[in-house]
């Protein structure tokens, strides 16, 4: 074999920095393809496939004393569970969303009601500035 007056050492040097590339590359693919379905305000059906994750993304302005819970009545537990939160900034006009997650448990279908409100106890769906989301979630 010639000497082409590259080191061995520096050639496998060489190839471990290029595959580990390659790795990184597809790692980042690969999270791209595979991230949570992001689903906004105006997005009232909802189908993914058990064990699915997504979230759904509604304007945020916590200045003004308001927040977003899920409200009664609940989703079913046996489709649809919570899997937290998460805020963004540079998103809809208020400069602000809220990404409340989900992850889809099984088969079937269930109601999602999110409500913002200020004190979010008994009667805040008629509270003044709150408002309501429905979406209809479907576990096929």
């Not at 977003?68 to 998103?91: F, M």
């Not at 088969?107 to 509270?127: F, K, V």
């Amino acid at each position: 074999m010639e000497n082409s007056g590259i080191s061995r050492g520096l050639r496998t040097l060489v190839i471990v920095v290029a595959i580990t590339t390659l790795l990184i590359a597809l790692h980042s693919i690969f999270s791209q393809l595979s991230a949570p379905e992001v689903y906004d305000a105006d997005d009232t059906e909802i189908a993914v496939s058990p064990g699915d994750r997504f979230s759904v993304r509604v304007p945020d302005s916590p200045a003004g004393g308001y927040h977003w819970i899920i409200a009664e009545p609940r989703p079913d537990p046996a489709v649809l569970k919570a899997a937290g939160g998460r805020v963004t900034t540079g998103g809809p006009p208020a400069g602000s969303a809220r990404h409340l997650s989900f992850e889809a448990v099984r088969p079937g279908r269930t109601d999602l009601r999110l409500l913002r409100c200020r004190r979010c106890g008994p009667g805040a769906a008629d509270e003044a500035g709150s408002r309501s989301l429905n979406f209809r979630v479907t576990v096929r």
